[in-house]
């Protein structure tokens, strides 16, 4: 599995907004990561 194709300052700001490690965002699943931010989004609507 290769890493994610986003830029740093993406990792970062997705780190920040999920409370994970920057590591653990850059290696995740993409399919995850697409989850944990339409859930983000979601709670952002609300």
């Known amino acids: 599995m290769r890493p994610l194709q986003i830029s ?3 990792a970062q700001k997705l ?3 999920l409370n994970l490690p ?3 965002i850059m290696h995740m699943p993409q ?3 697409l989850a944990k931010m339409a859930e983000l989004q979601k709670e952002d609507k609300s």
Do not use: D, G, K, V
């Open 8 to 10: 740093a300052e993406t």
């Open 15 to 17: 780190a920040e907004s």
């Open 22 to 24: 920057l590591e653990q």
């Open 31 to 33: 399919h995850i990561l």
